[in-house]
């Protein structure tokens, strides 16, 4: 198959059969064989009727219906799992991703031989409290990730193939699938201006709470790549440094406090010396975040990831 479309959706009844209508009109007369694959979220709406109608007519449309609202990365991660096209596209469901963008995002990736081709939506049709912080956003993740673009929550993107069957979306972790992408060894991810709607029908599902919410899921995908499988060496080291900087301070009081006596010269006792609790803080602390390491090292093992790698190719 050459191209399947991905479309999570959440109470989206009113744009559903548009949207497909759509679809239909740019991808039919391309000639491609293609699948559109709706999940639905949750909805508590129509939604999932509408889809079902479509079915009746068209025999290029799947469904899939979660029975309670996961959120937007599970339905990506299940119109993954099921998408058989070489490229896939994932839009969302409120018709402000434009389906014209299609043949250019397939374009990109079969012919220049992209990894991902991520929308940036340039001009954008979002009241100001969602365009700002999510500037900011952006810019945060492209210093975090070593990642140019512009526009890493575009809910409109292309991938390969390969590329949505090798990395896992959960939580919502959909803001990042560029960098989880990257991490997984695909490094040819391009960016397309797209064209962005104002929203037709029904609210946006995200309220402000995405700004934190994105920015702890930021430090969790970093730390994960970098110290998952090896949390020893971040908490190990991190431990026996503060251990050793409050051990030695400890040594130094009391050789101090030996010295004084040894000589007969007036000193205060060590306990009235405040650098005597900062070096006993130290040395706690620094034992707590050795054991840390240890424990996430026991719990690391036993991970069934430990030993997940993604093998690109094989000669036998
Ligand atoms: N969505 C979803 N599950 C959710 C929230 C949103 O499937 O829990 C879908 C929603 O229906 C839409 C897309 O994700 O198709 C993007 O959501 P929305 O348009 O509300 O986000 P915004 O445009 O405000 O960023
Ligand atoms: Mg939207």
């Keep these: 198959m050459d191209l399947s479309i991905v479309v999570p959706l959440l109470n989206e009844e009113e744009s559903i059969k548009e949207l497909y209508t759509w679809i239909q009109r740019v991808v039919s007369p391309l000639n491609w064989s293609y699948e559109v694959i709706f999940v639905d979220d949750g909805s508590t709406d129509t939604s999932w009727q509408v889809i079902e109608a479509i079915k009746k007519e068209s025999d290029q449309v799947k469904g899939i219906r979660f029975r309670r609202n996961y959120g937007k990365s599970a339905g990506l991660y299940v119109g993954f799992e099921a998408a058989q096209g070489d490229v896939v596209i994932t839009m969302d469901a409120d018709l402000q991703d434009s389906p014209d963008e299609i043949p250019e995002l397939v374009r990109l990736v079969k012919e220049e031989n992209y990894d991902i081709v991520s929308g940036w939506k340039k001009k954008r049709y ?117 251990f050793t900087v409050g051990f030695l301070s400890s040594l130094w009081l009391g050789a101090s406090k030996l010295w004084h006596v040894y000589h007969n010269v007036a000193a205060r006792l060590i306990t009235d010396s405040p650098y005597f609790y900062i070096a006993l803080a130290s040395m706690i602390i620094g034992t707590q975040l050795f054991l840390a390491g240890f424990l996430a090292e026991l719990v690391s093992r036993n991970g069934h990831e430990r030993n997940n790698y993604h093998v690109s190719e094989r000669i036998d």
């Design 126 to 242: 979002d009241p100001i409290g969602k365009t700002l912080p999510s500037k900011l956003f952006n810019r945060t993740v492209r210093l975090v990730s070593g990642i140019k673009l512009h526009d890493f929550n575009c809910g409109l993107k292309a991938y390969k193939n390969a590329v949505i069957k090798n990395i896992e979306v959960y939580g919502e972790m959909h803001r990042y699938i560029p960098l989880i992408a990257k991490q997984a060894g695909f490094n040819r991810i391009g960016e397309k201006v797209v064209q962005h709607q104002e929203r037709k029908y029904g609210v946006s599902k995200f309220g402000i709470e995405r700004t934190i919410k994105g920015f702890l899921d930021l430090l969790s995908v970093t730390f994960i790549s970098k110290f998952g499988k090896r949390p020893m060496h971040l908490f190990g080291a991190l431990g026996t440094l503060m």
